[in-house]
């Protein structure tokens, strides 16, 4: 066939809506689907949250509250339709049940449990195209995807910067380099990664230089990608504030400075049981990380990476980030970790291919100064081959700002 699928455009409206279902459906990936008769959209219906109907239920339930018959109508869905009995019975039988008779789907079931609606569907004589908008509709599930095939959570990069690639000025002063759109739309990613279990992750520098509570000032993460979240972020506390706030990571060697700073640190004044300190092994075990324990928050010793650059128990030794992202999912349950920068962690991250995601934040700013804070910098490549490869996924304006997603070139 050559030209987008008849059904392409309603492809994007079943992606849309599958969205909408962000966060509250984790563990389950996120789906969508419309019943379309006429090229007209007739009925809708996403995943709300974990445990709730499939978007197919919902859809055919839209239907009958539409007082629409699905028989005449082509059901466009992200995912295959589930084959097998988990929370809820197999959407494959609805869907044949329903009398439908064209499916159109945007990618097959990554699942080897659920998989099979499409052949299970074909078989009862029901017409299956699959494959519709597919990058987008694995776009929506790699996080579902890298939850059941790592041990790893689903890791969100944000980092604002100016037109000419800077993150903070030379002094270190970065708020704010984005619009205030731009900033509510983090604060909904904080919230719908606290609501999922999550974490807010950012590096030692970070911590020191800004001081961060890491917290999310709204509740409203519905729909928070793409579009961003209205609401009024200016308070921590109050009825808009979300009911679970992520956890937060800082990533530092330098426990003793912080045990020093332990009185004026915002997180360990205000959100010590919330917080752990990923640092060296050794640092772990100093007087200084008891200092630290004592408030309440966790220190966890990682290991150090064998291409450090440092001796491994001294400042600016490179944790094994992939470590301490497997212990965040493996014992606080931490399906999502946003970080927050600054520009090292995320060049790490980005190099140890531990990023699925990466929302840069592009504010029309120049500071024109060679000695501000860069985007990322360490790497010393000779030829443009050695480039990290990124794929733009989406862009949207964002008040003045431009948000471009990306994902890792080989990303599912
Ligand atoms: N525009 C934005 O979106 C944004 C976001 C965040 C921050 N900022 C600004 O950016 C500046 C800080 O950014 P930055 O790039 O200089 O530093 P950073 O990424 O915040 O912190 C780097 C530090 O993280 C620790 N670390 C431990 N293991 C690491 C590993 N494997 N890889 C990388 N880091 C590891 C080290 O801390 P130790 O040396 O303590 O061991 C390292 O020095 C601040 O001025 C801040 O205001 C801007």
Not at 338 to 353: N, P
Request: aromatic fraction near 4%; charge should be neutral.
């Amino acid at each position: 066939m050559t030209g987008p699928h008849p059904f392409h455009t309603f492809m994007g409206e079943a992606i849309a809506l599958a969205r909408r279902g962000r966060w509250r459906a984790a563990p389950n990936p996120t789906v969508g689907a419309v019943l379309v008769r006429d090229g007209q959209v007739m009925a809708r219906g996403y995943h709300t949250a974990c445990g709730m109907p499939h978007a197919e239920v919902e859809c055919l339930r839209d239907a009958t509250a539409n007082g629409v018959d699905p028989a005449g109508c082509t059901l466009v869905v992200t995912l295959e339709p589930c084959n097998h009995h988990g929370k809820t019975p197999p959407c494959s039988q609805a869907v044949l049940a329903a009398g439908i008779r064209h499916v159109v789907v945007g990618m097959a079931d990554p699942n080897p449990v659920a998989q099979g609606g499409a052949e299970f569907l074909r078989q009862h004589g029901v017409r299956v195209d699959v494959g519709v908008r597919e990058q987008d509709c694995r776009d929506l599930v790699a996080d579902f995807v890298t939850w059941k095939l790592t041990d790893q959570p689903y890791v969100i990069l944000k980092l604002a910067s100016t037109l000419d690639g800077r993150i903070a000025t030379r002094a270190g002063h970065s708020q704010w380099i984005s619009c205030a759109a731009s900033r509510r739309r983090v604060h909904g990613i904080r919230a719908g990664a606290g609501h999922a279990g999550g974490a807010v992750l950012v590096g030692g520098t970070t911590l020191f230089a800004d001081n961060p509570l890491l917290t999310a000032r709204c509740c409203d993460f519905s729909d928070a990608f793409p579009a961003a979240p209205q609401g009024d972020c200016s308070r921590v506390d109050g009825a808009d504030a979300p009911r679970r706030q992520p956890l937060a990571v800082a990533v530092t060697s330098r426990m003793d400075e912080v045990a020093a700073r332990a009185g004026e640190l915002a997180l360990l004044q205000q959100r010590a049981s919330d917080t752990i300190f990923w640092t060296t092994e050794h640092a772990a075990t100093s007087l200084a990380a008891d200092t630290v324990r004592a408030t309440g928050a966790r220190v966890w010793g990682l290991p150090v990476t064998s291409d450090t650059t440092g001796t491994s128990d001294t400042a600016g030794a490179r944790l094994d980030l992939r470590a301490g992202l497997a212990r965040l999912r493996a014992e606080a349950g931490c399906l999502y970790v946003l970080c927050e920068g600054g520009g090292q962690l995320g060049l790490a991250l980005l190099e140890a291919g531990l990023v699925h995601e990466f929302e840069l934040h592009l504010a029309p700013k120049v500071l024109g100064d060679n000695a501000a804070r860069p985007l990322f910098d360490g790497r010393a490549p000779l030829r443009m081959d050695d480039a990290l490869g990124l794929r733009v996924a989406a862009t949207a304006p964002s008040g003045e700002d431009i948000i471009v997603t990306l994902r890792p070139g080989d990303c599912f």
